[in-house]
Structure formats: structure tokens, C-alpha cells
């Protein structure tokens, strides 16, 4: 079993940069395909992004695109979310999640483990 820890969010102003980090304990996160996600009060939970247990793919959503990326710090069993560009769209928690489907997906039902979130506000 892997336990997830998100941390990084914050207040930041539009345009401004933010990087959520997802930390893990118990496994090695290199075993997992981790996703990000987030959810604004009051919506549903939206898939942000994921990069896969092997070959390290990454998939982004499109609202997203361009705008975040995703990478891996094995060495700090470590998963990251780099924010630039930051909309008042984007504010939401943000969870990550690890799942041990070989590639990225988008849904929330291919993952196993789930961090608590962190808090992501963006004024305008």
C-alpha cells in the first residue's frame, strides 16, 4: 500500500506559477501510473493529468495543456504538477493518485490511492 501527500498549493495571482508536489510513503511511486486532479466547489471531480508507471508518458488534459506539465523525482519518490499561467479557472483542491495501470488514463476509477489534496486558489 503507498500513502499519498500533496503539498504546494497556495494563493497566487493570475498568470502567476505554482508546483504541487505529491509525495509517497509505503511503496516505491515509480511502480504507479500517478494522475492529478482537482475539484471546485460545487463541480465534479476533473482529471488534470498523469504520467505512466512505464516509459514515464504523460497525458495532460486539454484545459490544461501547455500550461502544466508532469514529472517524476525518483531519487524523492516524488511526483510533480509545474502550474505556469495560472487562470482563476484553475482554482480547485487537487488531489494526486496512484494507480498500477501501466499508461496514463484519465479515469478516477483506474486508481487505488488517493492523497488528502491541496489547496489551489487563483485571483483574478
Known amino acids: 500500500q503507498v500513502q499519498l501527500v500533496e503539498s504546494g498549493g497556495g494563493l497566487v495571482q493570475t498568470g502567476g506559477s505554482l508546483r504541487l508536489s505529491c509525495a509517497a510513503s509505503?511503496?516505491?511511486?515509480?511502480?504507479?501510473?500517478v494522475g492529478w486532479f482537482r475539484q471546485a466547489p460545487g463541480k465534479e471531480r476533473e482529471f488534470v493529468g498523469a504520467?505512466?508507471?512505464?516509459?514515464?508518458?504523460?497525458y495532460t488534459a486539454d484545459s490544461v495543456k501547455g500550461r502544466f506539465t508532469i514529472s517524476r523525482d525518483n531519487g524523492k519518490n516524488t511526483v510533480y504538477l509545474q502550474m505556469n499561467s495560472l487562470k482563476p479557472d484553475d482554482t480547485a483542491m487537487y488531489y494526486c493518485?496512484?494507480?498500477?495501470?501501466?499508461?496514463?488514463?484519465?479515469?478516477?476509477?483506474?486508481?487505488?490511492?488517493w492523497g488528502q489534496g491541496t489547496q489551489v486558489t487563483v485571483s483574478s
Open positions: 504520467i505512466g508507471r512505464v516509459g514515464g508518458s504523460i
Open positions: 509505503g511503496r516505491t511511486l515509480n511502480s504507479y501510473t
Open positions: 493518485a496512484a494507480g498500477q495501470r501501466f499508461v496514463p488514463s484519465a479515469a478516477s476509477s483506474n486508481y487505488d490511492y
